[in-house]
């Protein structure tokens, strides 16, 4: 899986440019960008447990970026980093990490297409993942949403996830769902959803399950500041072996223009999973963030978001808070200043954890 995935990924690229000069227009609409990001992050837990090993970690990701389609119905990218990562303390953690991502989408008023095809090579800490676990991950999906008449129309897409871990502990999964929605204009800028999303998961450890979400929602310009879709309904869970139970649903995307260079973004879910170690999980989550222009060199961003991960047995919960600014040099690089904070509580023991990360990098893309 790995290596069919590097070369299919290396392979798209290739095809893609075989005709056309480094860093020039390839064509008619599409454009060959050389990126890359060098940063230096201060770590004050790099495991993410209650035992907390700082380090000073030097990032080197250089890449490639293809576009297609300008000006065209059919647009797309094509994006080849390989990154490392190199610990000042601890170089036993070092990692030359690779990632592709292929997405593609066409639009021609009556009719939708999206796709997406992605390889990564991860090595990051999650809420319910410690300890810098390697993992690869694949990805590809497919939507499409098609108009019926002037106030209807129907959308039905696929994905599938497929991700290997390195570690005994931890699961291999495979997730396969299948998200169906009908529209109804309400007015000219609102559209009224009922919605259907089936979820096969399959796991090396722990219980397969299947989940069925059946949603009412609503999408669109609900003022002329606010945007986006919510729905909401419930899930059901049956679980491989004998088993089900239901949960309320909700799934919700909202943008506010609070001024014309300023933004602010809310989130929530509340939805079933299971954990990498296999365990059953409920999973309730709000984020919020805020992204202004204070000018046309500096950008300011924040961000907060909480996760109550219930394990049926415990309940943690995590917080994750921060707070960036970027300056935009030229039109091709930019240099951006983080922090992340980071808290787990728990009752389990060893599972509570703070985290301090500092960061600065300067970006290209030429």
Request: hydrophobic share 35%; aromatic share 12%.
């Amino acid at each position: 899986m790995k290596n069919l995935a590097r070369i299919a990924l290396v392979s798209a690229a290739l095809g893609t440019a075989a005709n056309a000069a480094p860093f020039l227009a390839i064509g008619d609409g599409a454009e060959l960008f050389v990126t890359g990001t060098l940063g230096v992050r201060a770590d004050d837990n790099i495991y993410n447990t209650d035992n907390a090993i700082s380090d000073t970690i030097f990032d080197i990701n250089p890449g490639v970026e293809i576009t297609f389609g300008k000006d065209a119905a059919l647009k797309g990218s094509l994006t080849l980093v390989d990154s490392f990562a190199n610990y000042s303390d601890n170089s036993n953690l070092n990692t030359n990490l690779f990632s592709g991502d292929l997405n593609a989408a066409y639009d021609d008023a009556k009719l939708k297409l999206k796709f997406n095809l992605g390889y990564h090579e991860q090595n990051q800490n999650a809420p319910d993942i410690r300890g810098l676990t390697r993992r690869d991950q694949f990805v590809t999906g497919a939507n499409a949403e098609v108009e019926i008449s002037q106030i209807t129309s129907v959308s039905a897409g696929v994905s599938f996830d497929h991700t290997n871990y390195k570690r005994t502990s931890y699961a291999d999964t495979d997730t396969l769902t299948v998200p169906l929605n009908f529209y109804y204009k309400w007015t000219p800028k609102i559209d009224l959803s009922v919605g259907y999303r089936f979820r096969d998961y399959e796991t090396t450890i722990g219980r397969d399950s299947t989940d069925h979400y059946f949603s009412v929602g609503a999408r669109g310009e609900f003022t002329p500041l606010l945007t986006g879709q919510i729905s909401v309904g419930y899930n059901e869970r049956d679980l491989a072996g004998g088993g089900s139970e239901t949960l309320p649903g909700l799934e919700a995307s909202l943008t506010y223009a609070l001024t014309p260079k300023t933004s602010i973004t809310v989130g929530a879910s509340n939805d079933y999973g299971t954990a990498p170690q296999g365990a059953q999980q409920k999973n309730f989550s709000l984020n919020g963030g805020i992204t202004t222009d204070i000018s046309s060199e500096w950008k300011l961003n924040a961000g907060l978001s909480y996760r109550a991960i219930d394990y049926y047995t415990r309940t943690d919960d995590y917080v994750e808070g921060n707070v960036g600014a970027t300056y935009v040099i030229n039109t091709y690089v930019k240099i951006t200043g983080a922090y992340v904070y980071r808290s787990n509580s728990s009752d389990l023991k060893g599972s509570e954890f703070t985290n301090n990360v500092f960061s600065i990098s300067a970006s290209l893309r030429y």
